[in-house]
């Protein structure tokens, strides 16, 4: 496949799409073609967002997993994608664990992970267009606290029981 790009913000563009191994064999052909000069290692050092793309993909796989498992609902078969759906929380975890976004991951993850089978198809295409409107591309690196606890609280409006553990404070009269 050959892509014809015009300016460097456009080739850029088109790497940080690419997988991180995929994107460092592609920006050492483009310095190869064009010539390497300051000026264009100076503008690689700012533009590429190695990060972004696998965050950008896995993000992309959570979302997709939730559409999936929405003809399976309430069944058995929704057991194969929530098991999927907890692990690429996880893995969001591992690959992220400053980002803001993690906090509305593990408030869906708890829930999913004790009444997952307990929801609806369209509880879950709720909940998958809540998570797309957080993936806004001005959103997703600069995201709000106020936009993240907004963010939990819709889930919680959807029916989702993002704190389903109890916790019991005893007084002294009671221990």
């Known amino acids: 496949m050959t892509v014809r790009v015009s300016t460097w913000q456009e080739a850029f563009n088109m790497v940080n799409l690419l997988p991180n191994i995929e ?3 592609l920006i050492s052909a483009l310095l190869r073609k064009k010539g390497s000069n300051l000026e264009t290692e100076n503008y690689i050092q700012t533009q590429r967002v190695v990060p972004t793309a696998s965050r950008q ?3 992309q ?4 997993l939730m559409q999936e498992v929405q ?3 309430k069944t058995s078969g929704a057991a194969v994608y929530l098991n999927q759906l907890l692990y690429k929380m996880l893995e969001w975890d591992k690959q992220y664990p400053e980002d803001p976004i993690l906090e509305v991951l593990f408030a869906l993850y708890d829930a999913l992970s004790v009444h997952g089978f307990s929801y609806s198809g369209e509880q879950f295409e709720a909940a998958r267009e809540l998570l797309a409107r957080l993936n806004q591309p001005h959103l997703f690196e600069d995201i709000s606290e106020e936009a993240i606890t907004d963010a939990i609280v819709t889930l919680e409006d959807i029916g989702f029981d993002t704190l389903p553990y109890t916790i019991t404070v005893l007084s002294d009269e009671e221990m």
Not at 61 to 64: A, F, G, V, Y
């Open 71 to 73: 003809p399976y609902a």
């Open 61 to 64: 796989s959570i979302l997709t």
């Open 23 to 25: 994107q460092s064999r």
């Open 57 to 59: 993909t896995l993000y």
